[in-house]
């Protein structure tokens, strides 16, 4: 079993092949796990299913050495098939029980919310933990909805009793805030895979995030 699961303490990674300066993604991962991050999602939304699933089994391989959990993006039957540690969804993806009866009881179910109705039916429709955005506006993901800001991820915090990570525009420069309004755990993608130095970028988010709290 990974060592930290998502909702505890620490950045959680989001891989992202356009974001990622032409570093194939072998290296991005690498250099997150070197740099101790401990949990790492595959989102991948271009490639056919045989090299989604080749790719994987190579995130698996390294996140098991690492001891760090592997959770892959959307693609139920990838999750299953790599032997991930958890599967993450949206609202209008397949349904959490749906989900959970395809991928069993061990799998981890991760589900994103945008207010507060979503994160009050979390829990009972099984998920593990919730994704709470985006908290700021981004432009890494196409079909993203509205920003929900810092008074939902409080909301959340204070509100709902399932582990949360805080996703959307959070960068180096307002990852504090996000800290001090209830987020232990903090989803990056283009200030994390997209920085020129992982290690440094980990580093700095990490202590950043220590002093919003
Ligand atoms: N889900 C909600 S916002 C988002 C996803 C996948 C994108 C987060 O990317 P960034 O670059 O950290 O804003
Ligand atoms: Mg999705």
């Known amino acids: 079993m990974p060592r930290i699961l998502p909702g505890e303490t620490d950045i959680y990674a989001i891989t992202d092949p356009n974001f990622s300066l032409g570093r ?3 290296e991005v991962v690498r250099a997150l796990l070197g740099a101790g991050v401990r949990i790492v999602q595959y989102r991948e939304k271009k490639l056919k299913a045989g090299a989604m699933l080749e790719e994987c089994r190579l995130l698996r391989r390294l996140t098991r050495e690492a001891n760090a959990c592997f959770i892959v993006d959307d693609y139920v039957d990838l999750a299953i098939l790599a032997e991930a540690d958890g599967v993450h969804v949206g609202q209008e993806d ?8 395809l ?44 920003p929900v800001g810092l008074e939902y991820l409080d909301w959340v ?13 959070i960068k180096e420069h307002n990852i504090a805030d996000v800290a001090r309004h209830g987020a232990r755990c903090c989803c990056l993608i283009t200030d994390l895979v997209g920085a020129p130095d992982i290690p440094a ?8 995030m220590q002093s919003g709290y």
């Open 201 to 208: 970028k980990v580093a700095a988010l990490r202590k950043a």
């Open 24 to 26: 194939p993604l072998e």
């Open 157 to 169: 915090s204070r509100n709902i009793d399932l582990p949360l990570v805080a996703i959307g525009g």
């Open 103 to 146: 991928v069993g009881p061990d799998m981890l179910i991760g589900l994103s919310t945008h207010k507060p109705e979503q994160a009050e039916a979390a829990r009972g429709l099984g998920a593990d933990y919730i994704g709470v955005g985006p908290i700021y506006a981004t432009h890494t993901k196409e079909d993203v909805v509205d």
């Open 94 to 101: 397949f349904p959490v029980p749906q989900v959970r009866a």
